[in-house]
């Protein structure tokens, strides 16, 4: 499985940008989609993430209200759409997938990067003040 992220870049404060996340493979449709983000000297961290059927999703609270995220299983894509960025948005962000996402008990444990098994490459997001 490989996570091919995109649409990072250099935006201004209170600009937009939109993330794309495509995910290869036939089995997109039952993985648990993730975005955490990095940023220099801290650890990676959760963003916000989308059950299996795009029905559900979460988001820290530095982001509630700001970025959406959401999925076309079709596509085998997964996006965050951030609005109203902010200088301390800058960081590295990152897709991830677990592919266990049907099962159970993983929406409990979405924002664990630990129930996430494939990660993409990363995308650098800028904010400038």
């Known amino acids: 499985v490989q996570l091919q992220a995109s649409g990072g870049g250099l935006v201004q404060a209170e600009g937009s940008l939109r993330l794309s996340c495509t995910v290869s493979?036939?089995?997109?449709?039952?993985?648990?989609m993730g975005w955490f983000r990095q940023a220099p000297g801290k650890e990676r961290e959760f963003v916000a993430c989308v059950e299996y059927h795009g029905d559900d999703s979460d988001y820290d609270h530095s982001v509630k209200g700001r970025f959406t995220i959401s999925r076309d299983n079709a596509k085998n894509t997964v996006f965050l759409q951030m609005n109203s960025l902010k200088p301390e948005d800058t960081a590295v962000y990152y897709c991830a997938a677990d592919p266990k996402g049907t099962s159970a008990d993983r929406w409990r444990r979405r924002r664990l990067r630990s129930s996430y098994d494939y990660w993409g490459q990363g995308t650098q997001v800028t904010v400038s003040s």
């Open positions: 493979g036939r089995a997109f449709s039952n993985y648990n």
